[in-house]
């Protein structure tokens, strides 16, 4: 990397900023507090705002690129839900305000429970869980609980498909159950026969299965009712992994087919920035004999307690809500806030109409794709419609040399954040992409034309994707290296 470090365009004596003449007495900090080998870099203004607009600009975003970043469904953020969450009586709240204070955000969360119920098809939703995976494990406690209730504390057996994201299976250890995986069938479905004989394998042990719909190879499972009435044939619950909710919302209700659980991955579907990490949001739904195990608070209208709220000196009777078996609190306060109050003008910008064009769109651009890449990258399932993405292959039969690896670095010489790779892990050298239903057909040719590109350079110049990225700021890595040799402090020369 050439760009400097800010220490290293420090110049002894430049400030960035000039206060005012102290008017209070000094004091010195407390003995220990300083650190004499520890300088302030020394910079004026203009250098600290372009080095670090400089840093903003050597990252890829949604807002300078196409993300097609497979499962991760990482589509536009309309810059309205930035507006809506920077509102002061939002943005400003504390967490422990008192309820009569705070009536506009508990009205916020209430009507959001509300809306994501109403299209997932469940009775009631919390929205405390961070993230997905927290959505899972907060959905696997709640089955567990609910069983446990049931008199039922033996079961400890959660079954995954082959095809599944690593959290299920992570959030599953992690909830002290045991882990059984089912594999696919050819067409990409879970395999109906191994199933059955998992589950006359495990039967009254059976906590239930996790069913990702679409699944990850971007299909909708053909089985998913039988799938659904074996497992609960056998006492077992259904939990709805809900990373995909992208591709049939106002299509299918998961609720209505059957799922007795599922996460919402709210800065997924419903486009709440998301990548390096968080916030995030995983709400959770549940059907109606789980809703008294929701953690909590969640916000519940109690028609007989109203209170006048000031200003408007409206009435309202919003409240904190504890469901009585809950398994308990899974997150400080009342989850992420700001992720909510993005998703739910989200929502409400769409409609129900729109939510339905979101994913029709969504579905359309992704079998566009997958239609220009067939025939010159493996698609294993490509006979069939997909959903809202598909799985290719890095394999080239005219350059057997050549690995997803290379073609995912040489997209970036072409302006385009490389696909998912390597995942789902039972499609090998997986290139997994999801377009959005955000994207124009302009940029969804410009990204097909440039895999068509490299995969014919990988034929003529395979140097070329050997040695990509050359435009990127940070070239090609030893991955190794990179994860087993953290460099994260500054080291004067370590640049
Ligand atoms: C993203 C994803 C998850 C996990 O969600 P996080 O919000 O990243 O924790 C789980 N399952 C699938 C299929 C996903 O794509």
Redesign the pocket.
Known sequence: MTEPLIYEICQAGRRAVSLPACDVPQTPLPAGCEREELPLPEVSEIDLVRHYVRLSQMNHGIDTGFYPL????MKYNPKVNEAAARIAGFAMLHPLQPEASAQGALALIYELQELLAEIGGFAAVTLQP???????LTGVLIMRKYLCDQGESQRDVILTPDS?????PATTSMSGLRVVEVPSDRRGNVDLAALKTLIAQHGPRLVGLML?NP??LGLFEENVQDVLRLVHEAGGLVYG????FNAILGIARPGELGFDVM?Y?L??TFSTP?GGG?P???AVGVRDFLADYLPGPIVARYESQTFEVAETSKVSSLRWYMPPKSIGRVKAFYGNFGILVRAYTYILMHGAEGLRQVSENAVLNANYLQARLKGVYPIPHGDRVCMHEFVAQGILKAAPGIRTMDIAKRLMDFGFHPPTVYFPLIIPEALMIEPTETESKETLDAFADALIQIAEEARTQPELLKTAPHTAPVKRLDEVRAAKDLVLCYAPGCG
């Open positions: 497979g499962s991760c469904t961070a993230a997905g995976a927290h959505g899972e599944a994201h690593g959290t299920n990702t699944n990850t992994d809900g990373a995909n996460h991955n800065h997924k998301h968080g995030g949001s995983g």
